[in-house]
């Protein structure tokens, strides 16, 4: 579905992202992760054709995306950076329904379809509560739940994710990754999400692919990835790994 052949990016003299290749099949979960400054944000610019890369090619469905126009790409690629939405003063409703502009014609309004799958999207992220709100009015988890329900009624094939939870409380991390995990399993919806808590990459992502100064160092499951060697190396610390009673799954204590 998306696939990075040896792509580079190097702004001025310093080269930010180098000769990266991976493949994100149909339905997976990938979390990108790394420390700061490893060359995560600017890989989604790059998926998402906000930027181009200075070598080798990303290719979604077999083509390009710098061939891709604006609006095509955004029917079937949706993105979320950890602002979400900004507080503009319109309604919940009116921001969600914004998702459906990439699939209406020049000068096109939305037609009654597209109005019931905003109430459908509204009721899956329990929104309908506060439809009629002002989103400059809501709180950073709940203007970031509508930047959700925004890109579910886009219908998109691939949503990536720049870090959704930076600014969100445990409560609410876990309320929009559970969202979108669901959102995931119930449509086959593909998902490349950056984060930095490696703890939620382990539990939300089916691979990881960790970076480190522009470079890939490992990609795999959480157990090949969550590891004590590897992290010590790559983020200069010592953690302890420890078992999720419930999953399982590795998980890290500093």
């Known amino acids: 579905m998306l696939e990075l052949q040896q792509v580079s990016k190097t702004i001025g003299d310093k080269q930010i992202v180098?000769?990266?290749?991976f493949s994100l099949d149909k339905g997976k979960s990938i979390g990108l992760i790394g420390p700061n400054g490893a060359g995560k944000s600017t890989l989604v610019k790059l998926i998402s054709a906000l930027e181009k890369p200075s070598s080798g090619c990303i290719h979604f469905f077999g083509e390009d995306v710098q061939k891709w126009s604006v609006k095509k790409l955004a029917q079937h690629i949706a993105v979320l950076s950890q602002d979400g939405l900004a507080p503009y003063p319109i309604t919940v409703?009116?921001?969600?329904?914004?998702?459906?502009?990439?699939?209406?014609?020049?000068?096109?309004?939305?037609?009654?379809?597209?109005?019931?799958?905003?109430?459908?999207?509204l009721e899956?992220?329990?929104l309908s509560e506060f439809r009629d709100q002002m989103?400059?009015?809501?709180s950073g988890g709940e203007r970031q739940?509508?930047?959700?329900?925004?890109?579910?009624?886009?219908?998109?094939?691939?949503?990536?994710?720049?870090?959704?939870?930076?600014?969100?409380?445990?409560?609410?991390?876990r309320?929009?990754?559970?969202?979108?995990?669901?959102?995931?399993?119930r449509e086959g919806?593909?998902?490349?999400?950056?984060?930095?808590d490696l703890n939620l990459a382990a539990q939300f992502c089916d691979e990881l692919v960790l970076m480190n100064q522009g470079e890939i160092v490992n990609i795999g499951t959480s157990e090949q990835i969550i590891a004590r060697e590897t992290l010590q190396s790559v983020y200069q610390t010592d953690p302890e790994i420890i078992r999720h009673p419930k999953s399982n799954i590795p998980q890290i204590l500093l």
């Open 18 to 21: 180098h000769d990266v290749s």
């Open 145 to 173: 739940r509508v930047a959700i329900a925004k890109a579910m009624v886009q219908h998109p094939q691939l949503l990536i994710l720049d870090e959704p939870t930076t600014f969100l409380d445990i409560g609410h991390q």
């Open 93 to 121: 409703y009116d921001a969600v329904l914004m998702g459906r502009y990439p699939h209406l014609g020049f000068f096109q309004r939305e037609g009654k379809k597209d109005h019931e799958l905003v109430e459908d999207v």
């Open 124 to 126: 899956t992220t329990g």
């Open 189 to 196: 919806l593909t998902v490349l999400m950056v984060l930095h």
């Open 135 to 138: 989103l400059d009015t809501l």
């Open 175 to 185: 309320q929009i990754l559970n969202l979108v995990q669901s959102w995931q399993k």
